[in-house]
């Protein structure tokens, strides 16, 4: 898509079709002109409702108020509705902002991109939308006006945004056949030349080395070869040092404690977390962030055989942590342990943030549209849950406590990679990770089980149906605020 911001009125632009906003049901607004038609069509001008009135090349559609998070998913709804119709290829729309800021226009191409987002590489009819050109208008819809150059800045940001984000979908939504760890690695590396980032990739020769036996052994019964991926964004003065840390399960069968055949079912979406690292380096390295960002993803794939590691098997961590295995389905726990002791070996970070569908039980307890968000101290939970709210993103604290970590206590090794209780699943699973974050790093950590949102299968606000790209937005607004501290 090209966006082209321009001083000019709405009515004198020349587009293929006019997209409407109706703000607070508001019909009686100037720029809405065919109030008589919307009434007999039905149109209320409620959230995400359209109307398209193909005889006057206007999309109207409602929205709750003109605040980011009632724009971005009207703005992605209208978008979506014109996949596949390839009579406009060109559209314009006017500005709405809630306040002085950039922040509803942001939104709005957000909107704009991830609404017109498709994946269609496994389909024989690859529907898409035909929308090429958007022009924008700095004519508001209230008495808030922007100038060209901020108008500008913020659109070119929204853009690399989304565009990651989808970068992130795209990776998620391609299936374990066609992604595994060595095409994880080779996606890193495509990134990090096209962005010029510094590259290192661990193969299991290099990990041996490292001692990172808990990796290796949910990695041994896959004829795929395991692979640890760090990214470097290295401005020359930056604000802050940020550790970033992801799961990448290319598929997860379970291993011997099988997954039922239904729950296998969606399975690659178990890279979400690692491929969301890889999303943030994009958008991170494309905007300058001045803010020096190492991305880590241990990338592995969870399969069955006759050199599975199995539970009742003992496995010695990175850093010297012995753990039983009681059930190899978790396994994301594994693979983090050792990959967060090599990243804080790696790097002293101000602060080290992982990203997991880690979870059912995160699920279970928030929901499919909701992150949880956990740690040793506040501030760094509270960082991540305000970049989401900033970001139109769901998270929540789940906290810690000293009960539900005896549950993992185990009689012969040092820890049990499960709990005694079928309770509290994600919180455990969080204050197992724990073990593995060094004293340096104690309080400056935050676990992010991005298992609800990550992947659905429905569409939801301005997420398609299966990848979302979950966790991409929140972090880069979070490290957009370090930038400017």
């Not at 911001?5 to 809405?32: P, R, Y």
């Not at 070119?156 to 299936?175: G, K, M, S, Y």
């Not at 309770?423 to 060094?438: K, V, W």
Request: aromatic fraction near 6%; charge should be negative; hydrophobic fraction near 40%.
């Amino acid at each position: 898509m090209y966006f082209n911001i321009t001083t000019d009125k709405i009515k004198d632009i020349k587009a293929d079709l006019e997209l409407i906003i109706v703000a607070d049901k508001n019909m009686e607004h100037d720029f809405v002109a065919d109030a008589k038609l919307l009434g007999k069509a039905g149109f209320k001008g409620g959230q995400d409702e359209l109307c398209f009135l193909v005889e006057k090349d206007r999309l109207y559609v409602g929205a709750d108020s003109l605040a980011s998070e009632s724009i971005r998913p009207a703005v992605a709804t209208a978008l979506r509705s014109l996949i596949g119709n390839k009579s406009y290829k060109s559209l314009k729309v006017a500005t709405y902002l809630d306040d002085a800021s950039t922040a509803s226009l942001e939104a709005m191409v957000e909107g704009i991109v991830l609404g017109g987002y498709t994946f269609n590489r496994y389909k024989s009819d690859k529907q898409k939308s035909a929308i090429k050109n958007i022009e924008i208008s700095l004519e508001s819809y209230n008495a808030y006006q922007l100038d060209a150059e901020s108008a500008i800045k913020a659109v070119h940001q929204a853009e690399i945004l989304a565009n990651a984000t989808n970068f992130t979908r795209d990776i998620v939504n391609t299936t374990p056949d066609d992604c595994y760890p060595a095409v994880m690695a080779d996606i890193a590396i495509a990134l990090s030349k096209d962005n010029e980032m510094d590259l290192t990739i661990l193969k299991s020769k290099e990990m041996r080395k490292e001692k990172m036996e808990t990796l290796l052994a949910v990695a041994r019964a896959s004829r795929h070869r395991p692979r640890v991926i760090h990214l470097s964004h290295k401005p020359k003065n930056p604000k802050a040092v940020i550790t970033l840390v992801g799961k990448g399960l290319t598929y997860d069968s379970g291993g011997l404690s099988l997954k039922p055949a239904d729950y296998m079912v969606t399975m690659k979406s178990d890279k979400s977390g690692g491929s969301a690292v890889l999303g943030i380096m994009k958008a991170v390295s494309e905007l300058n962030l001045d803010v020096e960002v190492h991305g880590f993803v241990g990338a592995v794939e969870n399969m069955i055989g006759g050199d599975a590691y199995k539970p009742d098997d003992v496995l010695t961590a990175k850093n010297g942590k012995t753990i039983e295995v009681r059930n190899t389905d978790a396994e994301g726990r594994l693979v983090l342990a050792d990959t967060l002791c090599y990243a804080q070996q790696e790097v002293k970070a101000d602060y080290i943030f992982d990203f997991a569908t880690l979870t059912g039980a995160c699920v279970v307890g928030v929901g499919h549209y909701t992150s949880g968000v956990m740690g040793n101290t506040n501030q760094p939970k509270e960082m991540v849950v305000e970049a989401a709210q900033n970001a139109g993103e769901l998270a929540t604290k789940l906290d810690f406590n000293r009960y539900l970590k005896k549950t993992l206590k185990s009689d012969i090794a040092d820890l049990c990679n499960i709990s005694n209780t079928r309770y509290g699943g994600a919180i455990t699973a969080g204050q197992f990770l724990s073990e593995f974050i060094d004293e340096n790093h104690k309080e400056k950590w935050a676990h992010i089980d991005i298992a609800g949102p990550a992947f659905v299968e429905h569409v939801w606000g301005e997420n398609p149906h299966g990848a979302s790209g979950a966790g991409v937005r929140m972090m880069v607004k979070l490290l957009e605020k370090l930038a400017k501290a």
